[in-house]
């Protein structure tokens, strides 16, 4: 069966979720020598420039800091085309938490009409604070999408509570073809994504992700 692939990251910010961010402008240093044919050595002067850096509050370690360790979230997509469907259930734990950081344990479980794999469990770090790339706003890098507008908010109901949610439209491209996605957020909620549709706009491919789960520690 072929395998339909709805991915929309292509234009998203790159979260910043990796360690190793750097702490210290970047130093540049030339060693200038005297060009005259004097005895002496020639004189190092040293040239130093200094590249500032604009270190935020990193909305992702906000949002999940505020969750007990052990909350979880589970989630399902379903994947619909001309071939079959495919299931992808995906299942988010906060494991640790301290000052600098925050680590995610994410699991994801693929399930074809002829198989099911389950794959290992990943670590996401969320660090507290990090370099706001050059040019873009922390709105900007808030959104789910660089192509996101919000379309507003809707009262939505989730496992039995209503959530005023954030509601995001806007259109991406995969190998399929231009698809129109909507998606509704709160930051109420581990992960903040409520629901989730993509529809390809040239066909009968669809893409719809709910929250079926929610554990909140404690």
Not at 98 to 116: F, G, L, N
Request: overall charge negative.
């Amino acid at each position: 069966m072929n395998q339909t692939t709805f991915s929309h990251h292509s234009s998203q910010p790159q979260r910043p979720v990796v360690r190793g961010l750097a702490t210290s402008g970047l130093a540049i240093t030339l060693l200038l020598g005297c060009s005259s044919p004097a005895p002496h050595q020639p004189e190092q002067v040293e040239l130093s420039t200094s590249i500032e850096k604009t270190w935020v509050d990193n909305p992702e370690f906000l949002h999940w800091n505020q969750f007990p360790i052990g909350s979880q979230v589970v989630k399902k997509k379903v994947i619909s085309n001309g071939n079959g469907t495919v299931e992808v259930t995906t299942t988010m734990t906060v494991r640790e938490k301290t000052a600098d950081k925050v680590i995610v344990d994410q699991q994801v479980t693929v399930v074809h009409p002829d198989s099911t794999l389950e794959n290992p469990s990943q670590s996401l770090e969320y660090v507290s604070k990090f370099q706001l790339p050059a040019g873009m706003s922390l709105e900007a890098f808030s959104l789910p999408s660089l192509k996101a507008r919000q379309a507003g908010t809707a009262e939505i109901e989730l496992l039995g509570k209503v959530y005023v949610a954030d509601v995001f439209e806007w259109e991406e491209k995969n190998e399929r073809g231009p698809m129109s996605v909507k998606l509704w957020r709160s930051d109420k909620v581990p992960g903040r994504t409520i629901k989730e549709e993509a529809t390809i706009l040239d066909g009968n491919d669809t893409s719809r992700e709910m929250v079926m789960e929610i554990s909140i520690a404690g």
